[in-house]
């Protein structure tokens, strides 16, 4: 089949700006509530917060100058803005708002008895002066609880008497240095370093994070400090690193990238840089962590990372005895291996002393700034089992936040991420294989401990999960059988896979790629497993075994780095955004789940999917090449907050129309502006994407140059009729900054011109910020009909009578 470039997407209408009309519609009084009821009860806990701040600063007069930190209850949904210019009035400010705008909000009070907060409220009980309606909105007010604040692994296993390591993330105050003044008054506060010693600290827009040694005691004492937002151990890396597997090099070619290829850098345990299949595509390594001095894997994870981002998949590598490597691998070490002095087991840490989140800022600044290396890619195969979206936080974690903050300073840098891993046979009621099998993959949705682990909830880097390879097993050896039964069937999800949904319902992971299976079986009394479950990797102990065999979303997040630094090399002048945005629209999913297979309710199967295999398995084919039945259009551009823009595609309709499924599929990729502290919008603005056919563009335009005061988009009833409805709907694709939707159709017939309205939504408060994005169409069909040209055609005619 012919393979083509890919072609542009006209704008019809450059930015129009959007215009408010209409007005709000007021908070309303909570069901079953008396004003001069919640008065009464909200002065008494007001008097509490008050009292408790006061026993603090009592306690650390003269050396410490705490703030007034506690929480007030949302209780229905609120304008961001409108709720802190309120708040500001009465002396309160926000310092982090809940994840859905209901909920707890956490608040600074710079007026320390409450005294305008106070005088309001008792107003608006009382049936004279001002109403106050804003008190409806408002329900409990409270002090954080200590045991909110305490992390998952710190709960599991407590401090003791000896002075041990934790992580203490602070409320980001708005002013930078009252979170410095705070950090040096702590360190007067507690002189003695065999009892409090802070090593590390990192301050960015979105957070505050120290690495502190510290004693029960201490701790004891710091935990009702309200300026803590949260304390935990520091995570530890999970990895199951083996060998398996020599090889003879003498018939296997090797073959170094070229020399303008891009780079892609792998922050994990270092890599092997003279091994045999990977010293000739090494660009730099550099160790950032003092557990070890030398840069090089002792860990063996970093390594089979390495081999499978400048690889891709080894078992192909080894059928075409070629190893050619696409990109120049450039390695970031914030892993060490320790090894266990009673049975001699290695597992990977990180330096005690130092912030993992210090240490991959240190390392993508270092790199990145670094042109020579002319790095695009970042892969970061890493992250916290102890910390599980919505069951241990739902609070985005500095970890995913300095990710999300390094990849908005670094537009044309993709950063690509691992959902993390969940063995399934840890899960309560799998006790027996039988009883996995029976429960997979309904647990994947159903069981809170199989949800994507920080930094997997990063907005702006794509995230990644595992489906199952073709099932293979192990030759038996002496003669032995036995019944080896594969938890998945190939292009099913992977039993260890985590899932979706991200931080305000993002979907989440957004690709999967082949990472593993579970193939297992009963052996004198206990389940083993069979190695043909598990990839082909490189190891770490080069002059033993060359390879060995593993399986994880650590290896799966590597071979999409793989193709993203391939289509780096095709289009060096593109941004993340294009090379994500060809990434997604060229994915497809290699199996399509029923509405059994999730247990899912009828016609939801496809949603459940989402959240579990993202968009599904990219193709390098499809991201670098248009067809002449596939046609690829994209536009790179930017938006200002607030307002739209319309493009118009002639197709040919007689072709796209004729005998055959065919499909639309629309991807739109952009870099907002993140905050940790905004959980009711992580993104500092939102797109929408609309698609319309038989329509004329000016109506478009006219038709969404106005907005409700609520933003949502109220259609006229000839506009409505145009719209084409797209899976997996607007409300579900918007909450992230990686959309993509699609529709198949095989009898209907779609009449030109097709329009897309993009639509910039906001709580920035910059009017001026541009966004940056990129948008794409494309048009399938499934005969090898000539639509490239004919598209190609109308395009260039436009362009001759514009």
Not at 74 to 92: A, C, P, R, W, Y
Not at 451 to 465: C, D, R
Request: glycine share 6%.
């Amino acid at each position: 089949m012919n393979r083509y470039e890919h072609l542009p997407l006209n704008q019809y209408q450059g930015e129009v700006q959007r215009q408010t009309q209409g007005g709000g519609g007021g908070f309303k009084i909570p069901e079953g509530r008396t004003k001069s009821g919640y008065v009464k009860e909200t002065e008494q806990k007001v008097e509490r917060i008050v009292s408790s701040f006061n026993s603090v600063k009592a306690k650390y007069l003269g050396i410490i100058n705490p703030s007034l930190i506690f929480e007030i209850e949302i209780n229905q949904g609120v304008d961001f803005k409108t709720l802190e210019q309120t708040m500001s009035s009465m002396g309160i400010h926000i310092l982090s708002s809940a994840e859905n705008k209901k909920g707890y909000w956490v608040v600074f009070g710079d007026d320390m008895d409450l005294e305008r907060f106070k005088t309001k409220l008792k107003s608006y009980g009382s049936p004279e002066g001002p109403k106050y309606d804003f008190f409806n909105a408002f329900g409990v007010l409270r002090d954080i609880p200590k045991e909110e604040k305490i992390g998952a692994m710190l709960k599991n296993n407590p401090l003791n008497d000896t002075a041990e390591f934790i992580d203490i993330e602070l409320w980001r105050m708005t002013d930078n240095q009252k979170n410095q003044s705070f950090i040096n008054e702590l360190k007067i506060a507690y002189p003695n370093p065999t009892e409090f010693r802070i090593t590390d600290q990192i301050i960015t827009k979105s957070f505050v994070l120290l690495r502190v040694k510290l004693t029960k005691t201490v701790f004891d004492e710091i935990i009702e400090l309200k300026e803590i937002a949260r304390v935990d151990r520091p995570s530890i890396p999970v990895f199951n690193p083996f060998d398996l597997k020599n090889l003879d090099l003498k018939e296997i070619e090797k073959v170094p990238p070229d020399e303008s290829a891009s780079g892609i850098l792998i922050i994990d345990s270092g890599i092997i840089a003279n091994h045999p299949l990977l010293d000739n595509c090494i660009g730099a390594e550099e160790n950032y962590q003092n557990g070890e001095t030398a840069t090089h894997d002792t860990v063996g994870h970093g390594t089979a990372v390495a081999g499978c981002a400048a690889y891709g998949g080894l078992e192909r590598c080894l059928s075409d005895n070629q190893f050619i490597a696409s990109n120049w691998i450039f390695s970031a070490k914030v892993m060490y291996a320790e090894t266990n002095t009673l049975n001699g087991q290695v597992r990977a840490i990180y330096d005690p002393e130092k912030l993992v989140e210090h240490q991959l800022k240190d390392a993508v600044e270092d790199f990145l700034t670094n042109l020579d290396y002319q790095i695009r890619v970042v892969n970061i195969s890493l992250g916290n089992s102890n910390e599980i979206w919505h069951k241990n936080y739902t609070r985005q974690l500095p970890l995913a936040s300095i990710i999300d903050e390094l990849a908005y300073m670094y537009p044309n840098v993709v950063f690509i991420i691992s959902t993390g891993n969940q063995d399934p046979l840890y899960l309560d009621g799998h006790e027996t294989i039988e009883m996995l099998k029976t429960n997979y993959p309904k647990y994947l949705i159903q069981n809170d401990n199989c949800k994507i682990v920080n930094p997997a909830t990063s907005a702006l880097a794509l995230t990644v999960g595992s489906i199952a390879q073709p099932i293979n097993t192990q030759i038996e050896r002496f003669g032995e059988e036995q019944i080896k039964i594969p938890i998945a069937d190939e292009n099913q999800p992977s039993p260890f896979t985590r899932t979706g949904p991200g931080i305000n319902g993002m979907i989440k992971p957004e690709l999967v790629e082949y990472g593993g299976n579970l193939i297992l079986y009963n052996n004198s009394g206990r389940i083993s497993e069979d190695v043909g479950g598990k990839l082909l990797l490189l190891s770490s102990k080069a002059s033993t075994d060359l390879l060995r065999f593993d399986s994880g979303t650590s290896f799966s997040a590597p071979k999409i780095s793989h193709i993203a630094g391939q289509i780096a090399n095709r289009y060096p002048q593109r941004s993340a955004n294009y090379i994500k945005n060809m990434l997604l629209s060229g994915a497809n999913y290699p199996f399509i789940p029923d509405d059994n297979f999730y247990g899912s309710k009828e016609g939801k199967a496809l949603s459940d999917h989402l959240n579990v295999s993202g968009f599904g398995v990219p193709s390098l084919e499809r991201a670098i090449n248009s067809f002449d039945n596939r046609v690829v259009l994209f536009d790179e551009s930017t938006l200002q907050l607030n307002k739209v823009k319309v493009y118009q595609i002639q197709i040919p309709e007689d072709d796209f129309n004729s005998t055959g499924n065919k499909r639309i599929i629309s991807t739109l990729t952009f870099t907002p502006e993140t905050r940790l502290t905004r959980g009711d919008s992580y993104l500092g603005n939102r797109m929408k994407l609309y698609l319309f056919h038989s329509i004329n563009p000016q109506v478009l335009v006219e038709s969404f140059g106005v907005v409700e005061s609520n933003e949502d988009e109220i259609l006229p009833e000839n506009v409505k009729r145009c719209k084409i409805e797209m899976f997996p709907g607007i409300s579900k694709c918007d909450k992230g900054c990686h959309q993509k939707y699609w529709v198949n159709f095989k009898k209907k017939n779609i009449v030109s011109p097709i329009s897309l309205v993009l639509i910039n939504n906001k709580w920035m408060n910059d009017e001026n910020t541009q966004i940056n994005y990129c948008l794409s169409v494309v048009f399938e069909h499934e005969t090898n009909i000539n639509l490239y040209n004919k598209i190609r055609a109308n395009i260039q005619t436009r362009a001759r009578v514009r």
